[in-house]
């Protein structure tokens, strides 16, 4: 399979944007700050805003992300298309007095954060990052360096270790940072210096361990992109190119672009920041009220809107093929897959595939299509829930990926540039 100089460019660039987003609070930053670049304005929620016609706006709650551009010619019957992802990825979150420790270690006390491979975190380098919410009223955004480790138990000690792996939640997944007597030190002063802030300022915190490593293209031919966080950053990567492309390119359409980068979603999506929650009708409802819809030709417009849910899927894998379907086997590197459950924990329907695939074969991507085995049923997305309570028509989409939950997981190079040009042809076509 040969692999474009673009492709790779692609891959290199989401390296860039996942190196600059080890937290979700991070990655919703790093979507304004490059579409603010590519002439978006940042909107605060707390404000009145502008006319939306021919407008590109973009706003941060938490997070969570969203961005659009509105057609010069809007009506209030204008519909959207939203191009859904999710910041957010499996790990560890500090919980309160996290500096803890024995026998002469500093460790961190964490919670598991969704459905992490635990073993896929041991003996790495790893950092902390999050927001600092401070005494005087703000919040600042903090990563530190490589700072923790867990260190895996020697085989000496675990003669079972290579017929059997199972780590203790509590007990065994806290990471080591230094060494002396937890009385005598303070994690949170790691986060706190790289802010430059005062510890005894912190009132509050959200912080992950995130994996230092960066993302790396290798294998024969340039296949393969290796990764932390590419569920979902690789498609919250996706949507940001295209639609920053899209806005270079003089965007005028006949409906409202939107990119909607949501958190929560590894654990349920039920916040005022994820799917669940009220943000994107909040969002849209804003801009309808600015072409001046009522709420019915606000629901009209939905009727005939679009939801584009990106998210990763499995790729078929060598050693465990017998986990999917035995027909239905999309492969790494042979193009983005459309998601299909009879159970809806995908929204994809008949009408959607035919979108889907018209889209993809505007911009010449081959696509593939990915289905449960029926004795290793699938987890759900933020589709079903974004077509509940909007009722926005709704496609499950995604790339295929091997190591899914991994500390580092494994996609195809030319996977990841096709699905922004899809994303691309969704936005504009």
């Known amino acids: 399979m040969s692999v474009t100089a673009e492709a790779i460019s692609h891959a290199e660039d989401l390296a860039d944007f996942v190196a600059a987003s080890p937290s979700s609070y991070h990655a919703a930053e790093e979507v304004a700050r490059r579409l603010e670049a590519d002439g978006f304005t940042r909107l605060t929620e707390e ?25 010069a010619n809007a009506t209030p019957a204008t ?49 902390l990052a999050g927001r600092l919410a401070m005494k005087d ?10 700072l923790l480790r867990l260190p895996q138990l020697a085989i000496h000690l675990n003669r079972e270790a290579n017929d059997h792996l199972a780590l203790e939640k509590q007990v ?12 005598d030190a303070d994690l949170l002063a790691e986060l706190a210096d790289a802010a430059g802030v005062d510890p005894a300022d912190i009132r509050g915190f959200d912080a992950v361990v995130a994996d ?6 290798f294998g024969k031919d340039n296949a393969f992109f290796a990764s932390g966080r590419l569920d979902d950053l690789a498609s919250v990567h996706a949507g940001v190119v295209a639609l920053g492309n899209a806005a270079r390119g003089g965007f005028d359409g006949d409906h409202i672009a939107v990119l ?6 590894e654990i349920g999506s039920a916040s005022r920041s994820g799917a669940a929650g009220p943000i994107l009708e909040d969002v849209l409802v804003r801009i ?18 679009w939801c584009l849910s990106s998210d990763v899927g499995h790729s078929v894998h060598p050693n465990y093929a017998g986990k999917h379907d035995p027909v239905v086997k999309p492969l790494l590197g042979s193009g983005p897959i459309l998601k299909i459950n009879a159970n809806q924990r995908y929204a994809t329907d008949a009408v959607g595939a035919a979108a889907w695939i018209n889209w993809c074969e505007k911009v010449e991507v081959t696509q593939q299509e990915f289905v449960s085995n029926n004795s290793v049923p699938c987890g759900s997305t933020i589709g079903p829930i974004t077509a509940t309570r909007l009722g926005l028509r709704t496609v499950d989409v995604g790339i295929p990926i091997l190591s899914m939950h991994s500390a580092r997981e494994l996609a195809g190079v030319s996977d990841l540039y096709d699905l922004s040009k899809v994303a691309g042809a969704f936005f504009t076509d």
Do not use: C, M
């Open 79 to 127: 519909a959207t298309r939203v191009f859904g992802a999710h910041t957010d990825s499996p790990g560890f979150k500090l919980k309160p007095k996290p500096t803890t420790g024995a026998h002469g270690w500093l460790q961190a006390g964490v919670e598991i954060y969704g459905g992490p491979l635990l073993a896929s975190w041991l003996d790495r380098e790893l950092r």
């Open 212 to 217: 230092s490593a960066r993302g790396q293209v």
């Open 137 to 146: 009223g703000s919040v600042l955004l903090a990563a530190t360096g490589l």
């Open 172 to 183: 065994e997944t806290q990471p080591v940072w230094g060494l002396g007597n937890p009385a």
């Open 288 to 305: 309808y009220a600015s072409l001046g819809a009522d709420d019915a030709q606000r629901r009209q417009a939905f009727v005939s809107s």
């Open 260 to 265: 909607a980068a949501f958190d929560h979603e």
């Open 47 to 71: 404000d009145a805003w502008p006319d939306q016609r021919g407008g590109r706006f973009v706003i941060v709650r938490d997070g969570a992300a969203i961005a659009w551009a509105v057609p």
